[in-house]
């Protein structure tokens, strides 16, 4: 997604607002980064993943795809303005429960050709658990969200606050489809209808249709006005090589 570069713009942040945002959080008792939308950290941090996209992610204020604190405080900020939000335990991912913390025999890993390690995180009885220790025939699993207990620092930045209804229902299919260049989407607006044509790159993505179902989702959800929403993938001739004969002429 393409973005201008603005200065610090003073524009009101309510409930609702399509806001696009950089933020990097860190635990605050070690540093250690646990989410970013930078490349450039993720690679300095050792979390980068290929295949992974990198930028300003889209926030609807108010629907919780952020940490409700971070939300809260993106409400006093401006655009361009970048600030640092500290988030305790109890309104991040909780304190840590000691009775979430239990000792299995090592067996039961081993019968299932698995080798815990601390540190790795594993699906145990069909919950996620973190190993904390291996040691004397048993594995020290813990239920608790890796974050548990972690004070939580975040450094956000409000990048760019949509007002245009197409950007913002741009915005809404980069999110579902953030591998593909949104510019390569054509999205027709009408009163009550968007038609958005799926670019060829789209075509054979894993999970396409769902993708498409959760689009039209959120535009009806953030739309009330519009109350259909079209999809068109066009598969069309490829046009022959200079010099090489068409179908018709190889007839």
Do not use: C
Not at 214 to 238: M, Q
């Amino acid at each position: 997604m393409i973005l201008a570069k603005v200065g610090v713009v003073k524009m009101p942040i309510n409930d609702g607002d399509f806001i696009l945002v950089e933020y990097t959080g860190r635990v605050k008792e070690t540093g250690e980064v646990f989410e970013t939308t930078s490349e450039e950290v993720a690679k300095n941090e050792g979390l980068y993943r290929a295949g992974e996209v990198y930028e300003p992610r889209l926030i609807v204020v108010g629907e919780g795809w952020i940490l409700k604190s971070v939300e809260e405080h993106l409400k006093k900020m401006d655009v361009g303005k970048t600030d640092k939000v500290e988030v305790p335990p109890e309104k991040a991912f909780g304190l840590r429960d000691p009775n979430k913390i239990r000792m299995v025999p090592l067996r039961r890993f081993s019968s299932n050709r698995i080798r815990p390690v601390p540190g790795m995180r594993v699906e145990f009885e069909g919950r996620l658990a973190t190993v904390r220790s291996v040691g004397a025939g048993r594995v020290q699993l813990d239920f608790n969200p890796p974050l548990a207990g972690k004070t939580l620092v975040y450094e956000v930045t409000v990048k760019r606050k949509l007002t245009d209804k197409l950007d913002k229902i741009s915005a809404l299919i980069h999110r579902r489809i953030p591998t593909v260049d949104i510019n390569k989407f054509k999205v027709n607006l009408k009163e009550k209808e968007v038609t958005v044509t799926i670019p060829d790159e789209a075509f054979y993505l894993e999970g396409l249709q769902l993708m498409k179902r959760g689009i039209a989702t959120d535009i009806l959800r953030f739309f009330p006005e519009i109350s259909t929403v079209k999809f068109i993938e066009s598969f069309e001739r490829s046009a022959p090589a200079e010099g090489e004969p068409s179908q018709e002429e190889k007839s």
